[in-house]
């Protein structure tokens, strides 16, 4: 098991002819990925190395019973092939375009939640489940080990960094996922908890976060309030960042709070997560955060 | 991108929201002239920079025409303001917002903003506006109203009427606040706002004005609003921010010694944590994003070896969609290329690590590279102190 | 009992301090109606000969607890009304105002739909229940007498005609709804035979409808599948009308024909519905239908 | 209002539909000329009228430049043409659209249309257009497909596409289809029409083309539009009901000989049923609708008294919004100013009836109210047969 993508997953990817698309379906299937096929429109009955193209979502799923897709389009035009995801059954949609209008994704994602999708994203590295050798993104699959760790994040490299050294110390990760950087995106961190606390095979959970916002003070309430109960460590960037080039009161006032590092540190030791420091030592922590659990 | 007030105010004013008389000046003289032709005993010199926190810097001047107007302007423009936002290298001062000062009978809060939350723009509003709202916000919630607008009807007339009408039982005021309410949900989607905000809206008699305005558009959307370039202020912004922007770089000035290179906000920010826990400072961070090519990689390292302070260069990379092998490419050529002395710390893990290495290896180039990435940061710190490293 | 509307109905009016919406208010107040407020942007704290005025339908349902509503707002302006009757919990819009543009009414009858509430027009003289004494709408009252007829119909004063009948016949009516006349309307025929058929109070139902559209088709098949089963006659107005100004195709596709009265009549009479022919006639015929149905 | 083809075409040229080469001439020299400059072998004169059927009618003539185009022309042109829609007096032809006659490979089916029962705009297509397509929408349903739109998201880019995939499996022609789809969306929303279709949008070589196109846009909101009165064609329309809109009524024009006034098209169209059924014959209908004031029903008895063919008046009122008094007031002001002869039978239920009734009983003018509807439409239908009337 793990949570959202697994070996049965059937996964498209949108925009597979581009050089990204292309690279990375590529790499997603040799991992282990059931890459099922890929959209592009006017390019249909064409092949990437095997996997067939379609000219719309609508035709992939009806030929291929997709189930998830992986989104490589240029910013300018990625809010319609979200839509036409849902539109088209899609359960799971992973973005990876980065820089998207944030009204183009708050308008998408509105549909996203009315049909009671998951979006992964944007500007996501995506989600991989290593014990179920699937994995949807553009992460390096290499650091990855499978295990009990479930990791989530909002920042793409620094997910790769704490893996790399989880899998170092012996610590494979049921799933591992990155929220995306932008400033709106699909799922929040209350959301990926909630789906962890159901997974049995996941033991404990890495939380990463970074200053702005409040998805990490609503995680830390989460958590607090009796909704996730396994053991979790976190770290939280840019503690030394220097001061925002913030204008303007609007993000203070929405946010209830300044989205400072300290704030959200304090709210998460308020709800009982292992905050660290030093972003080297995440290792570390969630090996003796497992060896306590274990006793 | 961010707009000057008086931009903002123009946007505004241009659908109708009544702004206080007044005008932009770029000299004393102008400024003097424009105060006198105002025809009211009081105005106000209001610095026009990209900075909060203008009135405590010294930025905004109060004066009655009987004072020395002229020589108020030149002790501001021409000078770099200093607030609480701006770092000490502050912002120049290249014009003057001349205007007239209001009898003030109440200032209102507004603001627009994308709630991260709900992903709805979300209008806040409070009848207690004014430089305290942060405050009134924390410990006075129940005096901050919002409407979370849905994505796909937009913001509706009686939305906009029902806001207005918890901010005044008046109803010729309400009427004026719900039409700049409107209008300021109009801009913000129009133009792909990253911010709108009215603080204060002050009731002026029995009048409505935008006393101060603050409008940001996203930078992702820029491209839906090319005009608008027009209206960005170069000086207000880093040149070298500048230069990177245009290669799609994201570059962030610091105060200190080392120059970074990294691949996400996330680890840029984690990597400034981590030198700093180590003791050192850096001079910036250059961060090449996700899908840098190799002549991108290289214009990151040129642009980070213009800056003269630059002692020491971090290098720290975990590729993903971008590359190993095509950073090496970028960084080498880039070092060749400026025949730089400096010493040059890599540390780097991903996607085609193996070609990466292999590259940096044969470069015979003064590059180190180090495994761990606690210990890159650590030597990094060392090397830029000019202390022997125990690597 | 009856549908939609009943004595215990609380009523406001959108528009009342206009010439017509203050007329028709008190005149609704005089049938018996329960008008407990009205709404004009502006003019909270006033009265409509002791009817209390509200800037907004939120601030009059809070003060009054109203679940109903009444529009007369002009047409270009009629679209927000609904919606904000809608966003403030009113259960049932009866909306008066005619020539609404056509977009505007489909748009907000998705959000009407969404949201499950009734709408009732536009372009209709709106709702009556005699034995309720509970009138939202323009008709005139006084033609009007309770019993067990139930009437709906696509024609505002075709209703009066056959209503004026039904009550000479001394038969009286349990609820009269007008449907509206514009392309595009909230409740349909069928909508309305559904709560007919639940509706213990309601015996028999005249159904008026014209040439143009399905929705007498729709009924017709509705019937004919068992959900509706009491006695039903039926009225078709435009038997003779001259040949449409139609251009184009698309109407006729869209409805699978081209909405002719032939069309209608012979739809309804498979669904065992009887037609009459001659409008002056429809009060005797549904006195026989009911005397049948006694037997 | 409906729009000409030629101008329906040129809404879609404007937007980047291709539609044959050609021009609108008013005179049969000039038509001959635009033939010629087409330089193809075959052109083709379409009557430009707001009726379909033009084709049966003689409205439509494929022609070689060999043939005299100029005489053809005198023929069509400042003729009525009478179709099977336009009724008897037929439309005036002002105009000749010349065309290119291009070659046909497959002729396909577009409408965009508001479906009443969905409250959704909705695309129809079929690859099988043209002159059969009511007849294929009746036995080949499975060759109609169609796409309702959200009211809220709009059309999407890839609900065209899809379309454009189920007409055609070439990528280029697909391309073409799925924007000559969303630009005919756009249209229909953005003018708020009530019917846009292109029938047939052909498929020639590598190119798609609108052949024929009807766009009407909904009176309702024209309001929305006024840039769009410079192209009515008041010569299609009636001119009695031209008046009749500017004073907010419906007039509708007939082959009989009894005027009537009624509130409401069911109204109408029960009272044109009975008059029939009595064996009489309307000579036009006025609905007066419901909110006329006195003014507006005495304009709307001019209007009708001025149709010389009228033998008999029947006023058949249910008022609801219509107040009988009010009602009352403007006909017996209409009947004073005219000094009218004619019978006038009225009919009046409703608001306000006893005010109504005293005030046509106080009028002393010689009118004839009666109660039942039935006896009132055999009475008119006898009094403008001159008979004696039993009553």
Chains 1, 3 share one sequence.
């Not at chain 2, 409107?182 to 002050?202: G, H, K, M, R, W």
Request: charged share 20%.
């Amino acid at each position: 098991m793990a949570i959202l993508v697994n070996r049965n997953s059937r996964v498209i990817c949108q925009g597979i002819t581009g050089r990204n698309g292309k690279f990375h379906s590529l790499a997603c299937k040799a991992y282990g990925t059931n890459m099922v096929g890929g959209v592009t429109p006017g390019k249909q009955g064409e092949s990437v190395d095997g996997i067939p193209v379609f000219n719309t979502v609508l035709n992939a799923v009806n030929e291929t019973g997709a189930d998830t897709s992986l989104i490589f389009i240029p910013a300018a035009h990625a809010k319609e092939p979200i839509l036409e995801a849902v539109d088209a059954g899609i359960k799971v949609i992973v973005c990876i375009t980065e820089g998207i209008p944030p009204l183009d994704t708050a308008s998408a994602l509105h549909t996203v939640r009315e049909e009671g999708r998951y979006l992964i994203g944007p500007n996501t590295p995506g989600i991989i489940s290593p014990p179920e050798k699937c994995k949807v993104g553009i992460m390096p699959g290499y650091i990855h080990s499978p295990g009990p760790v479930g990791v989530v994040s909002r920042s793409g490299t620094l997910t790769y960094e704490v893996v790399d050294q989880l899998t170092k110390h012996g610590l494979g990760q049921s799933t591992c996922l990155g929220l995306g950087g932008d400033p709106v995106v699909g799922m929040s961190f209350v959301d990926v908890l909630k789906l962890f606390q159901e997974d049995p095979e996941t033991e404990a959970v890495v939380l990463i976060g970074e200053i702005g916002g409040s998805a990490e003070e609503e995680a830390a309430e989460f958590i607090k309030s009796g909704g996730f109960t396994k053991p979790a460590a976190a770290y939280i960037a840019g503690r030394l960042a220097p001061p925002g080039k913030r204008m303007g009161h609007a993000g203070a006032i929405i946010s209830g709070g300044t989205g400072t590092a300290h704030e959200k540190i304090k709210a998460l030791e308020a709800a009982g997560v292992t905050v660290v420091e030093n972003i080297t030592r995440v290792g570390e922590v969630m090996r003796d955060l497992l060896a306590q659990s274990a006793r | 991108m961010n707009l000057h007030e008086f931009q903002s105010k123009e946007l505004l004013a241009a659908r109708g929201v009544a702004v206080p008389r007044g005008s932009v000046c770029y000299d004393p003289l102008e400024t003097l002239i424009a105060a006198r032709r105002l025809k009211c005993d009081i105005v106000v010199l209001k610095a026009q920079v990209h900075s909060g926190g203008r009135g405590k810097a010294g930025g905004v001047a109060v004066m009655s025409l009987e004072e020395d107007i002229r020589g108020k302007a030149s002790e501001i423009l021409g000078k770099r303001l200093v607030t609480n936002q701006t770092g000490p290298q502050g912002k120049p001062v290249s014009a003057l917002l001349v205007e007239e000062v209001l009898q003030v009978d109440k200032e209102i809060y507004l603001g627009v903003v994308l709630d991260r939350k709900t992903g709805k723009v979300t209008i806040m509003a409070s009848p207690a506006g004014g430089m305290d709202i942060e405050e009134i916000a924390k410990t006075q919630p129940e005096k901050i109203y919002t409407i979370a607008v849905d994505p796909l009807r937009g913001l509706t007339g009686y939305q906009a009427r029902a806001l207005a009408y918890r901010l005044t039982d008046d109803n010729g005021i309400a009427g004026q606040i719900s039409h700049v309410i409107t209008t300021l949900y109009q801009i913000f989607v129009s133009y792909d706002c990253s911010l709108a905000e009215i603080n204060p809206l002050v009731i002026s008699g029995d009048k409505v004005y935008a006393l101060d305005a603050k409008i940001n558009l996203d930078d992702h959307a820029l491209f839906r609003h090319p005009e608008m370039e027009l209206w960005r202020d170069r000086s207000q912004e880093d040149q070298l921010e500048l230069s990177a922007r245009k290669d799609g770089l994201s570059y962030i000035k610091l105060d200190g010694d080392i120059g970074c290179i990294v691949n996400g906000a996330g680890l840029a920010m984690a990597t400034l944590d981590l030198i700093s826990l180590h003791g050192g400072s850096p001079a910036n961070f250059l961060d090449v994003g996700g899908g840098a090519s190799e002549q991108v990689v290289a214009d990151a390292m040129s642009i980070l070896l213009d800056d003269r302070r630059v002692k020491a260069v971090f290098i720290n990379i975990f590729g993903g969609i971008l590359r190993c092998d095509v950073l090496a490419r970028g960084v080498i050529k880039a070092l060749k290329q400026n025949r730089v002395e400096l010493p040059v710390i890599v540390r780097i893990e991903g996607t085609n690590i193996e070609e990466g290495r292999r590259l940096f290896e044969e470069s015979q180039l003064p590059i180190r590279m180090i495994g761990s990435l606690d210990d890159a940061a650590r030597i990094v710190v060392e090397t830029a102190k000019g202390l022997k490293t125990a690597g």
